[in-house]
């Protein structure tokens, strides 16, 4: 890979460990729903408000992050490979971790979490996978997402074929990016009044498809443009000053809407909290990428053999950390300290574990050729 794009595959191991510590968060008191929770989440507490910010912000960018820099290089990989290799590729590298989730790790891992004691793992098959009673597509929810976004591209590209023209798009400037924010935030709001955050189709949650479609086109044509390069310093500042600023905007609007006393219905419908709630991300969500785009690339935008090594088991930790965050957060279950404590013990113990387990995985005959 082209030294100036390694900073592109460290945020992509930023965004890995993110991605644990965001579903430990939901394990100790964050709102959310997760395979395992080891925390009573009905009274509302300084913990458990604390970590539902933290999954907010976080939940704002880094999932539309992900489809950003996967998108950057499918201009790349399809001019190389052509439509039919693209397609192939794709399906090899998402569709089989894809089905192994689905059918293996994911319903092993829920079986495991809630229904050992109760059922046989036969049985759990029988009623609930084989079935297809449930959907068991967990974290793989983007590589199913993503698989969709490829056959999109090969449709788009098939159709303009010979028909767009070479233009230069400028880097959107601070107006372009307001007007953007405040249309994202409103679509996301239509867009939950049917589908409140959380719900779905084939667990695809809708809702925060807006920014994800966005960005996946963003990532598109910042390659072609050559946008990573022409971020404006100054922009950049204003923007993560706006998200730092805009951070406690939410909790403050819910705590004057009652969420203290209970009353939190900001997932969706046509309410007030739905509506702050909707417009709040996009703001959030364009000053920090801004930020880590640029942060990222003045300052890591190199490589060691650690970072190779993390980066290279990045994927396979994004598959696997499921049943690894539910086994320690097993462990240390009864264990008499704060939920702020496990969490932060129980998140540390699962990234190191997941990256070691990864790598142990990749040495595995014909593993790479898919991980």
Known sequence: MNKRLFFLDNIRIFLTILVIIFHTSIAYGAAG???????????INATIVLLTIFTAVCQSFFM?????????????????????????????????PLLIYYFVIGPMTVWFAKFRDHQTLVQFYKDNVWSFRWTFFGPTWFLEASIFFALFYILFRFITK?????????????????AVAFALGLIAFVVRLVY?????????????????????????????????????????????WV??????VLPLGLILTGGLEGDIHFEGGFNIQALLYAMWEPFICLGIILFLLSFFQRRFNKTNRLSK??????????????????????????????????????????????????????????????L
Request: proline residues 6%; positive net charge.
């Open 64 to 96: 539309g992050l992900f489809f950003f820099i996967s998108s950057y290089f499918f201009p790349i990989s399809y001019e190389r490979k052509g439509a039919v290799q693209f397609l192939r590729g794709r399906l090899v590298r998402l569709g089989i």
């Open 243 to 248: 998200a730092i600023g805009m951070i406690p």
């Open 162 to 178: 010979g028909r767009l023209k070479k233009k230069s798009i400028l880097f959107p400037n601070g107006k372009t990016l307001v």
């Open 196 to 240: 409140p955050t959380g719900t779905g189709p084939l667990e695809l949650q809708l809702g925060y498809f807006p920014s994800y479609i966005l960005l996946f086109i963003a990532g598109i044509i910042a390659q072609k443009q050559g946008w990573l390069e022409q971020i404006p310093e100054k922009l950049q500042r204003i923007w993560t």
């Open 309 to 370: 090594w993390l980066s290279e088991n990045a994927y396979t930790v994004y598959l696997i950390h499921p049943p690894i965050i539910v086994g320690w957060t097993l462990a240390f279950h009864g264990i008499g300290l704060p939920a702020i404590v496990k969490w932060i013990i129980v998140s540390a113990l699962s990234v190191c574990a997941c990256f070691i387990v990864a790598s142990a995985i990749r040495a595995l005959p014909y593993v790479r050729r898919v």
């Open 33 to 43: 729903s997760w395979i395992l929770e080891d925390v009573d989440k009905s009274e």
